[in-house]
């Protein structure tokens, strides 16, 4: 897997970079800005960028805008935002065209390494990853009429691992229970809000999102 | 002695060059007082009542000029709101004050002005008269203030020494006289008290905001120095422990480097809590009080720094901050720009006002707009309703004033 990283603090750019590479994973690119990012995206065709929110030279959101510009160059590069704190704009700023091959994580994450390899390579096969931190914020935001009060507990635990991107499978190896009583959880949780039930955990990530924040809006 | 000298001589002539800017102000005077009369002479006649609001305009701005002037030295002089620029003008207080003023200035400052000029050409006149006395035709070389003409080189040499003696009396009376001729200026053009008291709320409800921003933007230098400093480091410890746990297994050598690496980043961010920590309030400030806190900046500071405290009633701590923060960005900068070989810094407490001078002896021409700080000093300290004034020429020295109001 190639990996470009744009991190503007050192010590972390060279830490992400470590662990990466200790890990067997190709770290082509290392940039503290956005625009040499974006030319080292161009020039080394990497299959996944790690990138900062927070970058030169206003700190605010140069790290999106730079990830939301490489993706509409190249459509397939998966990007993994990295953010020292959740900011629900920017989260939807970067998910609102699709989830498709697009993560936001807190950066602490990283320490957590096997769960940090696990979002990094979903990522980078077309899936998503959405920090849980962001999917709890969505649910405590959100209106209690909203029809989340119609899910069981169990099934709100499912809709919240579920929005953080995971597949089935991994659902189920969280909650240890088996496959088939996710499976069914889940279609309940479909019909409880009235979403479209699909395979593609991409979809199935989007609509949950969108449901979310839709209600959250509506409140 | 010397220094006595020095100091005297400068204070003359800046004493000099506020009698010739008076009599500017007292010129400009003369003028509008003479139309103030033609204007009061044809009201008799009913068509002076149409140029009425035009004159109190012209007034007014005369009264601005010498605010504008008296305000350069010594206590400032708000201006007040301009009176009503309509009949009703001649019931306004700001008004009759400024008209009592047009009167005293146009005779009383002018004379003093002229006096003020006349002074020194004498003593150049008299001084010199040795060197042309003998030059010129018999009745031309006389004592400026005197009947009697020179005709021979102890006579000269006499009008010489009077020229020095006018010349002492000058440095004597110099001041005084600058002071005595802003004085109707000082007395009547400030707004009369109860204009004085709106001004007043105008003025604390801008500074209030003015407060809330500084506020505010130390509140984002703070959140975004933890953010940025202490809190990337702690990730960064997270993510090496993170790397070494998973090293530990294949090979125990590298996780010991990397856990070593992470002990570094756990240092740094530690120091760096630190910097914020001392950034909010300097512990240095609550433990040894303003005097001790400044002893330790000049210590530290890469110029030599003479400090001279003396603040018997200790102010708000949120007074001393600033002060000391002010301090140690000024002394930042005159070691990065000023070119100076020392500094000293003066801070006393004048009743309910701390004062704080700091003085070097660099290259001068610091300017506020060329971005180095200042600006940010001067709304940090506007925010506590004090005042910052800054002096620096061309060539220096420069000259940092502060005075903040630290009664409750």
């Known amino acids: 897997m190639r990996i470009v990283i744009a991190e503007d603090d050192p010590l972390l750019r060279e830490g992400l970079a470590l662990l990466l590479r200790a890990e067997g994973l190709d770290v082509v690119a290392k940039t503290e800005r956005p625009e040499p990012f974006l030319e080292a995206v161009d020039e080394h065709k990497p299959d996944v960028a790690i990138v900062d929110v927070r970058m030169p030279p206003t700190h605010t959101d140069e790290g999106i805008r730079a990830a939301v510009e490489a993706r509409r160059r190249r459509p397939d590069l998966a990007v993994l935002v990295l953010s020292a704190y959740v900011e629900q704009a920017f989260a ?95 279609r309940s949780i479909f019909q409880k809000l009235d979403l479209n039930p699909s395979d593609s955990v991409d979809r199935r990530v989007t609509a949950v999102l969108r449901y979310l924040e839709d209600s959250r809006r509506r409140s | ?159 010489a020494f009077l020229g020095l003696m006018c010349a002492v009396v000058i440095m004597i009376i110099g001041p005084g006289l600058a002071w005595v001729q802003a004085w109707p200026g000082r007395a009547l053009l400030p707004p009369s008290a109860d204009v004085d008291l709106n001004l007043r709320v105008a003025e ?117 901050a600033t002060a000391y923060f002010v301090v140690a960005e000024t002394l930042t900068n005159i070691a990065k720009h000023s070119g100076a070989t020392s500094a000293s810094v003066m801070v006393r407490r004048d009743g309910d006002t701390l004062l704080a001078r700091i003085t070097d002896d660099g290259k001068g021409g610091a300017d506020e707009k060329a971005g180095s700080g200042i600006a940010g000093m001067r709304r940090r300290i506007e925010a506590h309703d004090g005042r910052l004034t800054l002096t620096s020429p061309p060539g220096g020295p420069t000259t940092l004033e502060v005075e903040l109001p630290c009664g409750s």
């Open chain 2, 204 to 320: 604390l409800t801008a500074t209030r905001a003015a407060a809330l921003d500084a506020h505010a933007a130390e509140l984002r230098r703070i959140e975004r120095s933890l953010h940025d400093g202490a809190q990337n480091r702690l990730v960064a410890v997270t993510v090496l422990l993170g790397a070494a746990r998973r090293a530990l297994g294949r090979d125990p050598a590298t996780a010991v480097e990397i856990i070593d690496r992470a002990q570094d980043a756990a240092e740094l961010a530690l120091a760096e809590l630190r910097t914020v920590a001392r950034g909010i309030l300097p512990p240095v400030l609550a433990d040894r009080g303003l005097a001790g806190a400044l002893e330790g900046l000049a210590v530290s500071s890469g110029v030599p720094v003479s400090v001279d405290v003396d603040v018997a009633v200790r102010c708000p701590a949120s007074t001393e």
């Open chain 2, 1 to 159: 002695m010397s220094a006595f000298l020095a100091r005297r001589a400068r204070s003359t002539l800046d004493a000099l060059e506020h009698l010739v800017g008076g009599l500017g102000t007292a010129i400009l005077a003369v003028a509008t007082l003479l139309w103030v009369l033609l204007t009061a002479a044809l009201c008799v006649f009913g068509v002076g009542l149409l140029i009425v609001p035009a004159t109190a305009r012209i007034v007014h701005t005369v009264a601005d000029r010498e605010r504008g002037r008296i305000s350069r030295w010594g206590e400032e002089v708000i201006s007040p709101p301009p009176p009503p620029y309509s009949l009703r003008v001649v019931t306004d207080r700001t008004f009759h004050r400024e008209l009592g003023w047009l009167v005293t200035h146009a005779t009383f400052g002018f004379f003093v002005g002229l006096v003020g000029i006349t002074l020194p050409l004498d003593v150049v006149h008299d001084g010199t008269l040795p060197l042309w006395w003998w030059a010129v035709p018999e009745f031309v070389a006389a004592p400026s203030l005197g009947w009697w003409t020179v005709t021979d080189w102890p006579g000269a040499f006499f009008v």
């Open chain 1, 92 to 186: 939807t700023e970067l998910l609102s065209a699709g989830a498709s091959g697009l993560g936001y994580l807190l950066k602490e994450r990283v320490g957590r390494v096997e769960q940090f390899l696990e979002a990094l390579h979903r990522v980078a096969d077309g899936g998503t990853a959405v920090d849980p931190e962001v999917v709890a914020q969505l649910l405590t935001r959100t209106r209690p009429d909203a029809g989340l009060d119609r899910l069981s507990a169990r099934e709100q635990e499912v809709l919240a691992i579920m929005a953080e991107g995971l597949g089935n499978g991994a659902i189920a190896e969280r909650l240890f229970v088996t496959e088939g009583a996710v499976h069914k959880h889940i």
